[in-house]
């Protein structure tokens, strides 16, 4: 059973970063492709950024384009999103998941970002 567990989340200013981890158990090697959505309040869940196994390919929002950068250390069964320029636009709980396969995605709790003005 994989299950994923998110952290670093947490309240910072508008202009600020933020580290987000995203770890998985259950698995010692995991060749799956990854990535983070997240919802904010009222608005349905979007995809934020996406990453293949090796972390040779990515894939970003448009909002998020040159502040976001998504990376893994398959060594420590850990996904990141560092985010920079932080916007109150982008408050939102995010959400890290695993695609296992075209139909099985695993996701982890969510973790709360709150962007001040």
């Known amino acids: 059973q994989v299950q994923l567990v998110e952290s670093g989340g947490g309240l910072v200013q508008a202009g600020g970063s933020l580290r987000l981890s995203c770890g998985i158990s259950?698995?010692?090697?995991?060749?799956?492709?990854m990535g983070w959505f997240r919802q904010a309040p009222g608005q349905e869940r979007e995809s934020v950024a996406s990453i293949n196994w090796s972390g040779g390919i990515t894939n970003y929002a448009d909002s998020v384009k040159g502040r976001f950068t998504i990376s893994r250390d398959n060594a420590k069964n850990t996904m990141y999103l560092q985010m920079s320029s932080l916007k109150p636009e982008d408050t939102a709980v995010y959400y890290c998941?695993?695609?296992?396969?075209?139909?099985?995605?695993?996701w982890g709790q969510g973790t709360q970002v709150t962007v001040s003005s």
């Open positions: 259950g698995r010692t090697f995991n060749p799956w492709p």
């Open positions: 998941y695993l695609d296992r396969s075209s139909s099985q995605r695993y």
